[in-house]
């Protein structure tokens, strides 16, 4: 599906509501077939996924898009810890008796997301380039602000595709195309 929507693979983060996945493409000297080399899913708990967002999100009486686009707002970011989301409820709490503006908790929630979420990728800095993000995290500008921020990427190598929402489902739809045209003719033959 990526390679449908930005026509090469590198990575993939896939950030969704309850899981969150990133994956290491590779070619094999192909360019035009991209494979899988590596990849892994978040476990079950809600820190490493979209769900960390909306659930901070309420607690500052936000919707997760408003919290993105103040988070893009902020000139600097609280520090918040993005292990745990009882954690993170902690510090926004005491962050909040201390009147930290909402735009910079907001932008410490996206940093912390992407933290949790970089610090389970080993040889992070080895990734092929571009990264393309996709999934409901790449529709949030605050959390697209932090990966660009803790990569330090230069132009071009964060890609958020048009149709991000749908690169999961255009890749099923291909694969699904290219494997019943196979059996097809293998049934005629």
Not at 129 to 155: M, Y
Request: net charge negative; proline share 5%; hydrophobic share 40%.
């Amino acid at each position: 599906g990526v390679k449908a929507l930005e026509g090469k693979v590198g990575t993939v983060f896939d950030l969704g509501g309850q899981f969150a996945k990133w994956i290491k493409g590779g070619n094999e000297g192909n360019p035009a077939d991209p494979v899988i080399d590596d990849f892994a899913l978040n476990g079950l708990c809600a820190a490493g996924s979209g769900v960390f967002l909306e659930q901070q999100a309420a607690r500052l009486q936000l919707s997760v898009q408003t919290l993105g686009e103040i988070a893009l707002q902020a000139k600097k970011s609280a520090r918040i810890a993005g292990r745990c989301s009882v954690f993170a409820k902690s510090d926004m709490i005491h962050l909040q008796q201390k009147g930290t503006p909402v735009d910079e908790i907001a932008y410490g929630l996206c940093l912390a997301l992407s933290r949790t979420f970089l610090s389970s990728i080993p040889e992070l800095s080895q990734l092929p380039l571009p990264i393309t993000i996709i999934g409901g995290g790449g529709e949030n500008p605050g959390l697209i602000r932090a990966f660009k921020e803790l990569l330090d990427s230069g132009p071009g190598q964060l890609l958020v595709p048009e149709h991000q929402l749908f690169a999961c489902a255009i890749g099923t739809a291909i694969e699904a195309r290219s494997s019943s045209q196979k059996s097809l003719s293998d049934w005629h033959s």
